[in-house]
């Protein structure tokens, strides 16, 4: 099994040490590969590549196509900073757009995450920026894994290469792995309080307080997604109705 480790933290730390740890432990061939080293471009909301054109930016998000398509396996190991993912993985995230051409063959594929946070405090909800990563990529996750660790070197404490020992049982089988706290439809840890129940971030399943689900949400699964996608063409015509209206809106204020 290939293994490709994508990581958003510029320290050869927890992230780089914990993907290490499962390729070794799954006797896998291993590939990191570093966001903070790669050039990444903010969107320009051109929609083109939904349309089946290249990209008209020139970086580096093909080549982390390239090597996601080579793989068997996707894991994502990064860190939170100040409560969410960190920047450069949310600005690769911003650019999956560009996925679309490659969705139906990247589901093909396993993923998974693990997110480390030093603060129990400041846990955050970056788990979910790396759920909605690996899902925009067309891969559902066999598990979120949380693992506290502040200093470089304590994802493998005792304790956490227990956490780490389950997820690389759960990826060998192929079993997906829930823990306490998940959405039990799309493994969010984050919910919204609506209409006297729990409505989840990211695939919008209504659930009770100790998440027994109630109404199974589809956001940001794949077949949600490639609708979303046929919406999103869909307002190139909207545009083009209202644009002269929507120029008029803007030009009030020099935009
Ligand atoms: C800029 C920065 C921001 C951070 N923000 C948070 C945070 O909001 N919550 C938290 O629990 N830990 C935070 N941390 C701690 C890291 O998540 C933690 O040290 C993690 O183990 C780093 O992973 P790495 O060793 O792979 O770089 C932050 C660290 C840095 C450098």
New binding site residues.
């Given amino acids: 099994m290939k293994i490709l480790a994508l990581?958003g933290?510029?320290?050869?730390?927890?992230?780089?040490?914990?993907a290490k740890y499962i390729a070794k432990k799954l006797n896998a061939e291993l590939d990191i590969l570093n966001v903070t080293e790669l050039k990444i471009e903010p969107c320009k909301a051109c929609y083109a590549c939904l349309f089946g054109q290249e990209c008209m930016i020139d970086d580096d998000v093909n080549f982390v196509f390239s090597k996601l398509l080579e793989a068997d396996f996707v894991l994502i190991?990064?860190?939170?900073?100040?409560?969410?993912a960190?920047g450069m993985m949310k600005a690769l995230l911003d650019r999956m757009f560009m996925a679309l051409p490659h969705m139906k063959e990247l589901s093909r594929k396993k993923g998974a995450v693990i997110y480390?946070?030093?603060?129990?405090?400041?846990?955050?909800w970056?788990a979910n920026t790396y759920n909605i990563l690996l899902r925009v990529l067309g891969i559902e996750p066999l598990a979120i894994l949380p693992?506290?660790?502040?200093?470089?070197g304590?994802?493998l404490t005792e304790e956490n290469v227990k956490k780490l020992d389950l997820l690389a049982e759960a990826i060998r089988k192929e079993e997906r792995l829930k823990l306490d706290g998940q959405c039990p439809v799309c493994l969010s840890e984050v919910f919204r309080a609506k209409e006297g129940k729990l409505e989840c971030t990211v695939c919008r399943s209504k659930l009770t307080d100790d998440l027994q689900v109630v109404e199974t949400g589809d956001v940001l699964s794949y077949d949600w997604m490639v609708k979303h996608y046929g919406v999103l063409r869909g307002f190139k015509e909207k545009f083009i109705e209202q644009r002269e209206v929507l120029a008029r809106l803007r030009e009030k204020y020099g935009v």
């Avoid at 693992?147 to 470089?152: D, E, G, R, T, V």
């Fill in positions: 990581t933290t510029k320290r050869k730390g927890n992230s780089i040490l914990a190991s990064s860190a939170i900073y100040w409560l969410d960190t480390f946070y030093g603060f129990e405090e400041l846990r955050g970056g693992i506290h660790a502040a200093l470089p304590e994802a």
